[in-house]
């Protein structure tokens, strides 16, 4: 019977990083993961501090935002590969006020040092992007490849028997425990960090506080457009390389096919309105992310024996939020310190 201080179910960013943060901090850490595709694994992969459409400061961005660049360049150097793609964003303005917007915004101190002042701008690769109110730039944007990232990990990991590949079903904590006894491996804590997936929430007074919301990405080929930065219309336009890009994401109301050609034709719209060059559709993307009603993350344990906590609900800012999320929890589990009311499961209770 093998002993690890931690175990880790799931593997998406959430339970990358905090398996990460434990390790670092000494602990000895298995990962089980059910081998589903997770919200993770088909992301835009954009990390940033603000909602562009409407101009608003992500929640304790001043807080996220370094963490998270760190967190990945310390990853970077780990992992020794690159898993920053493409570093600046280009925001076509979709209206005659938006410039003036844009302008007013930079009179406050974080969007001074985040949205660059508007000056013409000789950038070869907006040659076919039809713009007629302007656009704007940021270069302190980043995006990374979130399925490399986890691959790269998971196969760390495997090297050194961290990780395994297993679905478990249960309905309490003893059943749990049993089975992950069955698998040979010996554990007195347990992080649920399953996203959606997760169906275990005892002793909530509600039901289940993760809803699933699926989101989707157009994958077009477009030969000439010849993006190096993110581009942002309605939508992302997220260069891949090889003049494909993945464009969204959209979230269908419902999962009926006429409720998802619907958002569909929303994608092609947007493109049709500003790129001037013909294109093609390669493929579609789906992928599923667990949200909360009150759009804030879920951490702590479900009683005060704390043997089992919850790492979930990181809606569409898991990737910006996840390295600092994953240093509250471990000190929360390490240090006995207490989680931001914000974030805590206690609200649930």
């Not at 081998?35 to 400061?57: M, Q």
């Not at 360049?73 to 003036?100: H, M, T």
């Not at 089975?179 to 997760?198: F, M, N, S, W």
């Not at 993760?210 to 077009?220: D, S, T």
Request: charged share 25%; proline share 5%; with cysteine.
């Amino acid at each position: 019977m093998k002993q690890f201080d931690f175990v880790i179910l799931g593997f998406g960013i959430a339970g990358a990083t905090i398996t990460r943060e434990l390790a670092e901090r000494g602990a000895r850490i298995l990962v089980i993961d059910s081998g589903e595709k997770t919200a993770t694994a088909i992301a835009g992969g954009t990390i940033h501090p603000a909602v562009l459409r409407y101009y608003n400061k992500v929640w304790r961005a001043d807080e996220f935002w370094p963490i998270a660049k760190s967190f990945y360049q310390s990853w970077e150097r780990e992992l020794q590969v690159s898993l920053i793609k493409s570093k600046g964003l280009v925001r076509i303005f979709d209206s005659a006020n938006e410039p003036n917007q844009w302008i007013e915004k930079r009179k406050d101190a974080f969007w001074q040092q985040y949205l660059r002042p508007l000056i013409e701008e000789q950038a070869e690769d907006l040659s076919q992007i039809n713009a007629p109110y302007g656009y704007g730039s940021i270069e302190d944007f980043w995006r990374f490849d979130p399925a490399f990232l986890l691959s790269t990990y998971r196969n760390k990991l495997k090297e050194t028997d961290q990780y395994i590949t297993a679905k478990l079903s249960f309905d309490s904590q003893e059943s749990l425990f049993r089975q992950i006894d069955a698998l040979g491996y010996k554990t007195e804590r347990i992080v649920l960090a399953q996203g959606h997936q997760q169906d275990f929430w005892p002793g909530l007074i509600q039901e289940s506080p993760i809803q699933a919301k699926q989101g989707q990405y157009v994958i077009i080929e477009c030969p000439g457009l010849k993006l190096t930065r993110v581009l942002k219309s309605k939508f992302f336009v997220i260069p891949l390389g090889a003049d494909r890009y993945q464009v969204g994401a959209t979230y269908p109301r419902a999962q009926e096919q006429s409720d998802i050609e619907k958002t569909q034709k929303r994608v092609f719209s947007d493109l049709d309105t500003f790129l001037e060059l013909p294109y093609r559709i390669i493929d579609y993307w789906t992928g599923t992310r667990p949200v909360t009603k009150d759009r804030k993350p879920i951490l702590g344990a479900f009683d005060q024996t704390a043997k089992i906590c919850v790492f979930n609900g990181l809606n569409s800012r898991g990737l910006l939020m996840a390295p600092l999320l994953s240093f509250w929890l471990a000190d929360f589990m390490l240090e006995n310190k207490v989680l931001p009311p914000e974030v805590s499961i206690n609200r649930f209770f």
